[in-house]
């Protein structure tokens, strides 16, 4: 298991108690920052999360409207912008997931996702209730399947970063062909329902999800997140519902112990935690933007390196004047498969080469400047990649702004004729395509750059505080970074912007 990497079983809990014990009130909350209450505050949120039927009915309409998409992507018009398969998921869905969900919701989508839902039901043979009594490795709940624990080996997110790489390698033929799109889409939730046959839980979303690897970086940043009021009330408490399920509820199918959880990475907002709690111990906090800072292991640094390159990739491709990287790029148009393959390489050694080790030669700098001792370059590698977690989602939410403005007048004629046949549904099928409001894209993306840069910024310092009691040392260990971060930040003005 590499550094940081999460668990695929949950923490060994002792065996239930002969009864239950009875609810108490929990101590005052103990969180290391200021927050809301969210179901303190509102108790009414409370009961609807506790209702035993919310995720179906949040789901269900999200499964037909995929149903919709996959039919659309079959028997559809073949031209993306006439499909309602390429402007819905590719356009409207990419900007609100990446502008609007993730930095305010955490792991919203997570919590409506038709992608594993199937696979789900069929392990608990159930769409709404749970099937109590004792089930594999002490659960209290019964599951459906061989329900095997995902190897030890691949206990990390690397294969998600893999997939996510070629899958962007491919996106020009993902995003423009709805055919090819409706078999990715398509082959995920049958992947989903095979794994969930096999392995407990939700090891897709955990281990092989593309789209689960970037929402759990992202998530880190978010304004709402899931955690106890009072740990030390976990800490007593021995009967583990959270994990091992009860009559109210199933155990965490993310592996999660919430008692113990300090980051939003891998929680999947499902809110079974809060279902099976006695004490109403677990409770959704409103809090400061990039609360949690702390990346554990290599995989999610290079996560993050893969998805500011990747912005920056895109930039180049799309917005740069270089027609030869845009036929490279382009395969499903040119058919230039040399060039695709350079292309190609060209991704994976920025990514996963030249972009980390850049990294390194920084943090080795700094190390320097601060007159530390190697031993602990590795850490410094993994800490101070968080720079580049912030800039990365503001530079993403800075590149889908053109998207949503070029491309937002197709989601008009789309609602209308969402095959491609002609139809006038809504009456605006015959709404002509036009940019909205080109001449403020650039005013938007400038401040959203810089507001990514100083987030960064200042999100870094307190982690070099962490590691470092001397201010100075800080400052100086954190200079070549900063001065990369920077650098990365004009060149994608210039690229955003000219």
């Not at 989601?411 to 709404?431: C, E, K």
Request: proline share 7%; aromatic share 14%; charged share 15%.
């Amino acid at each position: 298991m590499t550094p940081g990497s999460q668990p695929a079983r949950p923490l060994e809990a002792p065996e239930p108690a002969p009864a239950a014990r009875a609810p108490v009130k929990p101590a005052k909350p103990i969180r290391d920052w200021p927050g809301v209450d969210l179901l303190d505050r509102y108790p009414f949120v409370r009961k609807v999360l506790k209702w035993r039927p919310l995720q179906f009915w949040l789901i269900w309409p999200n499964v037909l409207f995929f149903a919709a998409f996959l039919y659309a992507g079959l028997f559809g018009s073949p031209v993306g912008s006439r499909n309602v398969m390429i402007v819905f998921v590719w356009i409207f869905w990419w900007f609100l997931l990446i502008a609007l969900l993730v930095p305010f919701l955490s792991r919203a989508w997570c919590t409506v996702c038709p992608l594993p839902v199937f696979g789900e039901w069929l392990q608990r043979l159930r769409f709404v209730g749970v099937r109590s009594g004792e089930g594999p490795k002490k659960q209290r709940t019964r599951m459906f399947g061989l329900n095997l624990e995902w190897p030890r080996a691949l206990q990390n997110i690397w294969l998600q970063n893999l997939g996510f790489l070629c899958l962007a390698s491919f996106s020009a033929l993902l995003v423009t062909r709805p055919i090819v799109s409706t078999f990715v889409l398509g082959g995920m939730i049958v992947l989903a329902v095979a794994l969930s046959l096999v392995f407990r839980q939700r090891a897709f979303c955990m281990y092989l999800c593309p789209v689960s690897g970037f929402l759990g970086l992202y998530s880190m940043t978010s304004t709402l997140a899931v955690r106890v009021k009072d740990p030390t009330l976990c800490r007593s408490h021995k009967e583990k519902e959270c994990l091992l399920g009860c009559e109210s509820g199933y155990g965490c199918p993310w592996f999660q112990y919430v008692g113990g959880m300090t980051r939003n990475n891998y929680c999947g907002m499902c809110f079974e935690c809060v279902k099976t709690c006695p004490y109403d111990n677990v409770t959704v906090f409103l809090r400061p933007f990039c609360s949690d800072r702390l990346l554990k292991g290599y995989d999610e640094a290079f996560k993050a390196f893969i998805m500011l390159v990747l912005a920056l990739v895109y930039s180049v491709t799309l917005l740069g004047p270089w027609g030869t990287v845009k036929d490279w790029a382009n395969i499903s148009e040119v058919g230039n498969w040399k060039g695709f393959g350079l292309y190609v390489l060209a991704v994976f050694g920025l990514c996963l080469g030249v972009f980390p080790a850049l990294h390194l030669a920084m943090t080795w700098l700094g190390r320097r400047l601060a007159n530390e001792p190697k031993a602990r370059l590795g850490d410094s590698f993994v800490r101070y990649a968080y720079v580049w977690v912030p800039l990365g989602l503001f530079a993403w939410i800075a590149f889908s702004v053109p998207l949503m403005a070029v491309n937002g007048a197709y989601i008009l004629s789309t609602l209308s004729d969402p095959l491609g046949h002609g139809w006038d549904l809504f009456r605006t099928g015959s709404v002509q395509w036009h940019p909205l409001l080109p001449e403020w894209i650039g005013l938007v993306q400038l401040p959203l750059l810089l507001a990514g840069l100083y987030v960064s910024l200042s999100s870094s310092w307190r982690i070099g505080r962490e590691l470092y009691a001397d201010s100075h040392k800080a400052l100086l260990s954190l200079a070549p970074t900063w001065a990369f971060a920077a650098t990365m930040t004009v060149a994608l003005m210039c690229f955003f912007v000219g």
